[in-house]
């Protein structure tokens, strides 16, 4: 006879989105069990910006502290032309933000936070080197089958799997994100070298050319001794049959270079290592949950990244289910779960689309709509 444990809650997927989702429900006293399909816990990716909005779930957490004191404060997030240096917007940020909008606003590594979040669960609730390939929805639960052969079955089940969630394709069948034209290059920069030029390299500023191209540029650490750029750059198509290529100082200088402001061109100059990634897309999702399956974060609202609000998203997301699951039970799920949608729909697909748009902060304006926002207060329903 098949021997399977039994849990109450798994999330699928322990990136930014699921920890936070993980970590929430457990703290909430749910029991939870996280799966992830890399192998180990990894320093990955780069730069992230982490807003008040989301910093408030933090410090119901426990763990705005520590994130402070790892994390830039930038006092400003500036945009500027790319050519004339000419400032386009300076949107306050710093202390302003943390008396305006009731949280620090930080930008900082994404893998010193991710091991910050992680380690708010118990190891044994982790399950790393879990790839989910199949599920059987069943009367008591839903059976996960994982490539190691390891099968649970789960009352309830989170996707946070990400935009080629395995979860969603069983919810909406199978169907390929859309690539959107555009791709990233993301680096690491000698700040020793950045230091030798001589000139000022804001906290936090995005540089603009036309086209919407552009280059984000900000500290990950508070000592100021790791800078980091990701771009945004028009690419009619995406060839490589690969999530990412390596790139070069040399392309950097091949798109930007032409007439670069004097910060630009050392910033490139100073470029150590640069990865190029290609951004997917997919429209509003027409359903959220189904039955003891319910989805959040890329999984079910991706955008590319130029509000820097994606793995925001997905922690809002996280924060406002952990509060319909606590408030309606487990044995009303579906209510919890439609709870969740009508929660959310509206603001996710709101950032999504100007994410999308790369509009955001260019041009003077309030973003009080996004940092203000507290999922762990906001009406539900």
């Known amino acids: ?25 457990h703290q909430a ?21 982490v807003g008040p909005n989301v910093m408030k779930v933090f410090r119901h957490l426990g763990i705005e502290e520590a994130l402070s004191k790892i994390g830039s404060h930038p006092d400003y997030w500036f945009s500027r032309d790319g050519r004339s240096g000419d400032y386009l917007s300076r949107i306050k940020l710093g202390d302003f933000a943390l008396k305006e909008y009731g949280a620090p606003y930080i930008t900082i590594h994404r893998g010193d936070m991710h091991a910050v979040q992680m380690g708010l669960l118990p190891d044994s609730q982790v399950h790393f080197d879990h790839r989910l390939v199949g599920l059987e929805e069943r009367e008591e639960g839903v059976l996960l089958k994982f490539e190691n052969g390891a099968q649970y079955i789960a009352r309830l089940v989170v996707g946070a799997d990400g935009i080629n ?75 490589y049959g690969t999530s990412f290529v390596d790139s070069s100082r ?70 406002v289910l952990m509060r319909c699951l606590s408030g309606q039970g487990l044995e009303h799920y579906e209510e919890a ?3 969740y949608e009508r929660t959310r729909r509206e603001r996710a697909t709101k950032v ?19 940092y203000s926002y507290d999922p762990l207060s906001v009406p539900l329903g």
Not at 180 to 199: D, E, I, P, Q, T
Not at 352 to 370: F, G, R, Y
Request: glycine share 8%.
């Open 1 to 25: 006879m098949e021997q399977v444990e039994k849990i109450e809650i798994a999330v699928i997927g322990a990136g930014l989105g699921g920890a936070a989702a993980a970590a929430l429900l």
């Open 29 to 49: 006293g749910f029991s939870v069990h996280a799966f992830e399909q890399a192998p180990v816990f990894d320093r990955l990716g780069a730069g992230i910006h």
């Open 165 to 239: 969630s395995t979860i969603r394709e069983v919810l909406l069948g199978a169907e390929k994100p859309r690539y959107s034209g555009w791709v990233g290059h993301r680096a690491l920069v000698n700040v020793g070298k950045l230091r030798a030029s001589g000139l000022e390299f804001e906290a936090c500023v995005k540089w603009w050319w036309e086209k919407s191209r552009h280059i984000m540029a900000y500290d990950t650490k508070g000592d100021g001794s790791e800078y980091y750029y990701v771009t945004g750059v028009p690419d009619q198509a995406w060839d």
């Open 250 to 319: 040399e392309e950097m200088e091949e798109v930007f270079g032409d007439n670069a402001h004097p910060v630009v061109a050392a910033l490139i100059n100073a470029t150590t290592t640069v990865t190029k990634w290609p951004f997917y897309n997919r429209d509003p999702l027409s359903l959220w949950s189904r039955g003891r399956l319910c989805l959040l974060g890329d999984a079910c609202h991706p955008m590319r990244p130029h509000m820097a609000q994606g793995a925001c998203m997905a922690i809002e997301d996280a924060t």
């Open 337 to 339: 779960f439609k709870l």
């Open 352 to 370: 999504q689309t100007i994410s999308n748009a790369n509009t955001w902060l260019k041009m003077p304006e309030d973003p009080a709509w996004v």
